[in-house]
């Protein structure tokens, strides 16, 4: 069964951080990119960040830029985002998801993406 689970969500003040790891299991994420999206209640899922199977290629909303960071270690079968100077409107369900990369594309639209974890909460307030 190919699963993707995420984990390192929870309670944050304003300007804290967390990091996000996305965790795959019964597939390898050496092919796939991967993309991390949230959906806030009453909105739309959007794509936050994403990278190819590589880790050559990111790509950011711009609503996240220089304060997210996305990594991998295929190694491990891993994918992270690390969340800084967080803000309120960071809540939401945030999820992980994989598309196979034959191109080494970055992908962030999350009708593209084949294989979606459960997703994990993350609260800023104080």
């Known amino acids: 069964q190919l699963q993707l689970v995420e984990s390192g969500g929870g309670l944050v003040q304003p300007g804290g951080s967390l990091r996000l790891s996305c965790v795959a299991s019964?597939?390898?994420?050496?092919?796939?990119?991967i993309g991390w999206f949230r959906q806030a209640p009453g909105k739309e899922r959007e794509g936050v960040s994403c990278?190819?199977?590589?880790?050559?290629?990111?790509n950011y909303a711009d609503s996240v830029k220089g304060r997210f960071i996305i990594s991998r270690d295929n190694a491990k079968n891993t994918v992270y985002l690390q969340m800084n100077s967080l803000k309120p409107e960071d809540t939401a369900v945030y999820y992980c998801?994989?598309?196979?990369?034959?191109?080494?594309?970055?992908?962030?639209?999350?009708?593209?993406?084949?294989?979606w974890g459960k997703g994990t909460l993350v609260t800023v307030s104080s």
């Open positions: 998801a994989a598309k196979v990369d034959w191109r080494g594309e970055c992908v962030m639209t999350p009708n593209d993406m084949s294989i």
């Open positions: 019964g597939f390898t994420l050496d092919y796939y990119g």
């Open positions: 990278i190819s199977r590589s880790g050559s290629r990111t």
